[in-house]
């Protein structure tokens, strides 16, 4: 008898214990949903078409698809791009998280800056560099977005029949020619001369 | 006993569904979070010399990133928080889900670091003006 009632005992303890731990868990829980609820916001993001796709974005880290047409999300105080895509085309709007509040984002193909997964590369620079025995053509970035190109004459002084070595002038009578066949051949590969600065240099 | 047992049970199965439901009613809507982006991470493992690791948005960023080729090729430009680093350029190719420099970082390359990109990278490299001509 002494013994069922020590057994009983010990059970109501054990389960006292269980339950105890259980109520830490919850009330463990519950502060940190508190806690993180009032360290994050919330972003209300809407689109003009129900389909089309919200991403959200950060530096460093990779973009996540939200959701479609409205989405509502919990997020870290930061700063974001909101990326909208609709029909294949996108657009990026930056944005601000702040902590425990809510940042509303109407987001469309109009209302944002075009999103470039791959940047739009000037025709001269895939083109170039070209070379021949007579000049090389290369392409220049500028600052202010008008590209150089540069044409780099070779001076390739043909060696006359009787083997006597050419004087300069011969040398520079070839440029004007060389220089004529460079624009030529840029014309025939699409180039609109108009378009850059013609830079003329060498040795 | 057995009354005891029941009391705990339905206790414990409240307290259960508290845990469960409480960040459900508590965090609304749902707290999502951002992965590291895996080109950063290979910048971050480039960067890191002498077993000293360099934070991403602490010691620098990486911002303006252009994929090439259905994103098998990235370039990025390395923006330093600090003054630890200078800003430079990286240019990474897509390995098994992850991403290895293959380029950089730096801020000029020559001519013949060109032959192991794709056309389409060397043109835009070429349009930044890091290459030497």
């Known amino acids: 008898m002494e013994n069922e009632t020590r057994k009983s005992m010990i059970d109501q303890r054990l389960l006292r214990l269980l339950l105890s731990l259980l109520l830490i868990a919850f009330l463990v829980t ?25 991403e959200v974005a950060q530096t460093n880290y990779q973009a996540r698809v939200i959701g479609y047409g409205r989405v509502s999300v919990r997020l870290k105080p930061g700063s974001y791009q909101l990326i909208y895509t609709e029909n294949g085309a996108s657009t990026t709007t930056a944005f601000t998280i702040y902590k425990g509040r809510t940042t509303t984002m109407s987001a469309s193909l109009s209302g944002g800056q075009p999103t470039n997964t791959k940047p739009a590369v000037d025709k001269i620079f895939t083109l170039l560099p070209h070379y021949t025995n007579q000049y090389l053509l290369y392409a220049q970035p ?6 150089n190109i540069v044409f780099y004459f070779l001076a390739p002084i043909p060696v006359p029949a009787n083997g006597s070595r050419p004087s300069q002038s011969q040398g520079n009578d070839l440029e004007p020619a060389a220089i004529s066949a460079a624009k030529t051949w840029l014309t025939q590969n699409g180039i609109n001369l108009d378009n850059y600065t013609f830079i003329i240099t060498g040795s | ?6 009391l705990f049970v339905l206790a414990a199965a409240l307290v259960a569904l508290g845990v469960w439901a409480i960040p459900q009613l508590v965090i609304r809507p749902n707290i999502i979070s951002l992965q590291l982006n895996p080109l950063t991470t290979a910048v971050a493992d480039k960067l890191s010399n002498n077993g000293k690791g360099l934070v991403p948005g602490k010691d620098f960023n990486l911002q303006t990133i252009y994929y090439f080729d259905d994103n098998s090729w990235a370039v990025a430009r390395i923006t330093p928080v600090n003054n630890n680093l200078q800003a430079s350029l990286v240019v990474a190719k897509k390995v098994a889900g992850g991403y290895q420099i293959v380029l950089g970082p730096g801020t000029l390359f020559r001519q013949s670091d060109l032959q192991k990109l794709p056309k ?14």
């Open chain 1, 142 to 147: 500028t600052s202010s977005g008008k590209p």
């Open chain 1, 30 to 54: 519950t502060a940190l949903a508190f806690k993180t609820k009032f360290s994050s916001g919330i972003l209300d993001a809407k689109g003009t078409s129900p389909t089309a796709s919200l």
């Open chain 2, 120 to 133: 389409d990278v060397a043109a835009y490299l070429y349009s930044i003006g890091a290459i030497i001509t």
């Open chain 2, 1 to 6: 006993m057995r009354r005891s047992i029941a």
